[in-house]
């Protein structure tokens, strides 16, 4: 097992863990690692599965279509030796996925009228899933209208990263009893020193001006810990981890433009 | 209770909203309103990580685990729902005591102040409205932030989309509740307050099963200057709003958009989804303003065919074609669910038509000009060589209203077959046929667009309009009055025109006589007189009835001497009833529909054109020709329609079709 504790990225001292991407990718040729790799796989795939569904809904299917077609596609990447077949020179989890998912429905359009597609085989329950993490995104009308596939998938992965990471924090205010710290401090994630109104929150809260400066700077930092984790999952190379992020800031100025 | 998980497709919900964030200028945002594009760059801040560890204990610094915060006088305990335009709380009121929900405005949403003002304003003329099925507001207020919030009954039950999986299987409880919850949007129409955005999730229960309307207003109310028009909700739920309010966020809305999303509502709870789905809310929209709903049963062929009917009445494309008013839904809900017969009518081939027709001009040009020139031709070959054969349809009868002469003229010119002029009247609808005197054109009917290919032009024949030959065949209401007997009552008892009441029900309504009581198939016979101009019996007539194809003959019957005939008894359907005069056929009434237990009533009356001038003035009326192939039939009908699309039995003529 090829760990990468410890690896530095460019921001500082990261506490990564073996990713889950480079955990796949050094795996797939090791028979006794092969399961490891396969959860690991699920695992992204059942996090970045509305990426995969927006793309192949951007691309015409109907909604039925296309939950079947998400469907094959996760079955045939996980039920085949997807990554022996697939260009792992291309790095990124999330560009090998969206290449290995236009070659699918290439093949899919072929095959639509030869076979029922599914086989049975339910790897997706989709109530739950969507249940689980509806999306919170909402995109402007000509986005929607005008953008490509590929920018949609893309949009949809950026989302995911963000929707990921903040829930996570979450659960980590949830689980010491301080979710209403969350409640009451993540919508001021993004702002600066000098746009939070510290008094009116601290009134809010009934806590010292000081201790929700205090809560509110170290809650900023775990959400960037927990994105940059996040990020991380999906990228071979955690030192890659910054440019996946940049990439994915422009997939979003380009779709907004 | 969040609106992101109203969507019946899991992609992004498309907003109209174009504030861009003053950091990045980028226009993504999460639910909650904050910057999905600043989130990510988060990730690329400088610092220290802080692993789970640290941070769990830095939380554990702040003493007061399961604390709640406050918002005026609210103890907030938790978040419970996010919407376009704030985020609701669980909460508690400081004094009372009183578990509530709290409604907090998004501060990016409240960017300007007269927008704050026109919600304080608005909110609490919400307040104002005091009904058992609306959610009541307690107070407006605001925090020291100067944002306003206000709250309400909390809903401990959920609202409607919680409760769908239950509901639909009690079709007969989903409209026990949608009848209350249209009585409620009434009241508050009552009281010009507009919804604007009802949808399931917006319809909640109180503990016992109530429905309570909430966000009264509120869509409307927070539109302000700055584009707060269309909130990420109204177009995360593009299932339910009505397709005029998607269009022109500043389109004056009547209460039929509310009726609209009312009927969208019921058809959620009844189908199992929206009427409309897509890709995004976008297409959603575009669907809904471009296509029919689709029908009911086509879902879920257990349901009643009136709920299929209040369906499709509320979601009529034109909100002029909707219910008028959301009491007027209620009421239909409520006969529904009393077993009596409800007032809307299925909307007919022929108004469907006219009504694309309106919405597509330029289309219908250039596809129909084709067709008419091969109904000309049909026509015209078919004169030459005499071999049109004319058959006369009478669909079951409306009201009356006046007609157009000209038009009669053009249709009286088709019956060849006929030697003297004659009018049938059947169940208080007249039928004219005659003699062509004159070739004759069709003339303006008064159409919008004055290149309407949908009526007949004169390409046709270059001929004038025929006039004075041709106007025997109007004014059948009054004659209908005369010549028919009970069933004339039908017809003058009909209210104005303006819901079509061609069919058979919905006479028995208009008469009291709901058709839903009658379950036995007794059978019946057709029955009348056939009479001269004179009112005396033509020697020589018969009267045959026959299936609706013509195949099978169930009874020939000769007339007594007093012009007088009766089929023998006949299984309820629909015949077609053809009149022979010496073994010649002088007309043929396809559709003629007959009841259980109850003889049908079909007279026929021969009368010169000058006995029943044409008086009166007509009204708008369009041609809409209706294609129809079948078998070794060519052709169509053409139907008269009004400017709403209403198809009407004014012209009396209102079908046929020609037979080669």
């Known amino acids: 097992m090829n760990g990468k504790n410890g690896h530095k990225g460019a921001g500082g001292p990261h506490e990564f863990v073996t990713t889950r991407w480079s955990l796949i990718l050094s795996a797939a040729n090791v028979t006794n690692e092969e399961q490891k790799a396969r959860d690991a796989l699920a695992e992204l795939c059942r996090t970045y599965w509305r990426s995969i569904f927006s793309f192949v809904r951007a691309r015409g299917y109907s909604i039925e279509d296309a939950q079947d077609l998400t469907q094959d596609f996760f079955v045939a990447i996980l039920k085949n030796n997807w990554l022996q077949h697939a260009d792992r020179n291309r790095g990124r989890f999330r560009s090998l996925l969206l290449r290995s998912l236009q070659n699918f429905l290439i093949n899919a359009a072929e095959k639509t009228h030869a076979h029922k597609r599914g086989g049975g085989v339910e790897f997706i329950s989709w109530d739950d899933w969507m249940a689980e993490a509806p999306s919170q995104l909402s995109v402007p009308v000509q986005a929607l209208e005008s953008l490509p596939p590929e920018r949609i998938f893309d949009l949809t992965w950026a989302t995911t990263v963000v929707e990921h990471a903040l829930q996570r924090l979450r659960e980590e205010c949830e689980s010491k009893g301080r979710l209403w710290l969350f409640q009451a401090l993540s919508a001021h994630l993004t702002d600066e020193r000098d746009e939070v109104s510290y008094a009116n929150l601290s009134a809010e809260l009934g806590m010292a001006e000081t201790a929700v400066k205090k809560q509110l700077h170290n809650m900023r930092q775990r959400y960037r810990s927990l994105l940059r984790d996040e990020v991380s999952q999906t990228v071979e190379d955690p030192a890659d981890v910054d440019d996946e992020i940049r990439y994915l800031c422009a997939s979003l100025a380009t779709g907004t433009e | 209770m969040t609106d992101s998980d109203l969507r019946s497709d899991p992609l992004p919900s498309a907003t109209r909203e174009h504030t861009k964030c003053e950091k990045c200028g980028a226009t993504m945002r999460l639910d909650t309103g904050v910057c999905v594009s600043c989130l990510l760059r988060k990730g690329l801040d400088g610092g220290d990580e802080v692993s789970q560890a640290v941070y769990q204990t830095v939380l554990a610094e702040v003493d007061a685990p399961h604390k709640s915060w406050f918002l005026g006088n609210y103890e907030i305990f938790e978040q419970i729902g996010c919407g376009g335009m704030g985020v609701i709380y669980r909460a508690r009121q400081r004094h009372s005591r009183r578990i509530v929900a709290v409604k907090r405005v998004l501060s990016y949403r409240a960017d300007s102040h007269g927008a704050l003002q026109r919600f304080r304003r608005e909110a609490q003329a919400v307040a104002s409205l005091d009904h058992p099925n609306i959610l009541p507001i307690y107070e407006v207020s605001e925090s020291e932030d100067g944002l306003p919030f206000f709250s309400m009954k909390l809903a401990e039950k959920g609202s409607l989309h919680e409760n769908a999986a239950s ?35 917006n319809i909640l229960l109180n503990d016992r099963g109530e429905p309570l309307v909430s966000d009264f207003g509120l869509a409307k109310l927070l539109d302000g200057n700055n584009d707060l028009t269309r909130s990420l909700t109204t177009f995360g739920t593009a299932g339910f709003i009505a397709p005029e ?51 009911l049963r086509s879902l879920a062929p257990s349901l009643d065919r009136d709920l299929e009917t209040i369906c499709a009445r509320c979601l009529e494309r034109d909100p002029k074609a909707r219910y008028q008013s959301a009491g007027d839904l209620a009421a239909d809900l409520e006969r529904c669910l009393d077993g009596r017969p409800i007032v809307a ?3 007919s081939p022929p108004a469907r038509v006219w009504r694309w027709s309106q919405r597509n001009p330029k289309l219908v040009g250039a596809a129909t000009a084709g067709l008419l020139l091969g109904a000309a031709a049909v026509w015209l070959a078919g004169s030459i060589v005499d071999a049109l054969k004319v058959k006369l349809a009478v669909r079951p009868p409306a009201h009356e209203q006046p007609g157009n002469r000209e038009y009669d003229g053009y249709l009286q010119g088709l019956f060849t077959d006929v030697t ?30 004055s290149l309407d290919p949908t009526r007949p032009d004169t390409r046709l024949t270059d001929a004038p309009p025929t006039t004075g030959s041709t106007s025997t065949v109007r004014n059948r209401a009054l004659e209908a009055g005369q010549t028919t007997n009970k069933i004339t009552v039908d017809v003058t008892a009909a209210p104005p025109a303006t819901v079509s009441t061609t069919s058979v029900r919905s006479r028995a309504l208009e008469a009291a006589q709901p058709t839903n009581k009658i379950t036995a198939d007794g059978p019946a016979p057709i029955q009348g ?72 009533q079909m007279n026929f009356d021969l009368k010169s054109p000058v006995q029943t001038g044409y008086t009166a003035k007509s009204s708008k009326k369009h041609m809409v020709w209706m294609p129809a192939r079948t078998g070794s039939h060519v052709g169509g009908s053409w139907v008269e329609v009004d400017d709403e699309g209403n198809e009407h039995s004014g012209s009396n003529i209102r079908t046929y079709s020609v037979r080669r």
């Open chain 2, 167 to 201: 509901l639909r299987h009690e079709p007969r409880k989903c409209v026990q509740l949608m009848a209350k919850v249209a009585h409620a949007v009434d009241y508050a129409h009552s009281r010009g307050v507009l919804h604007r955005d009802l949808k399931p999730g």
């Open chain 2, 529 to 600: 007189f056939v009479k001269d101009a004179k009112g005396e019996p033509i020697k020589g007539a018969g009267v045959r009835i026959e299936s609706r194809d013509g195949k099978h003959v169930f009874s020939t019957v000769k007339t007594d001497p007093k012009g007088r005939y009766v089929s023998e008894a006949l299984q309820p359907g629909v015949y077609r009833v053809t009149l022979l005069v010496n073994g010649t056929v002088k007309a043929s009434i396809t559709n003629t529909q007959t009841k259980a237990n109850q003889p049908t």
């Open chain 2, 345 to 347: 009518r299925p909307v």
């Open chain 2, 420 to 449: 003297q002029p004659i009018e049938v009247s059947s169940i208080g609808n007249s039928v004219p046929v005659q003699n062509p005197s004159t070739p004759f054109t069709v003339p303006d009917y008064g159409s919008p667009g």
């Open chain 2, 245 to 295: 309010q998607a269009g022109d966020a500043g389109a004056d809305l009547t209460p039929a958009a509310d009726v609209y999303s009312l009927g969208a509502v019921l058809f959620n709870l009844l189908a199992g989804r929206p009427p409309f789905l897509g890709s995004n809310p976008v297409s959603v929209i575009r669907k809904a303003s471009e296509t029919q709903a689709p029908k």
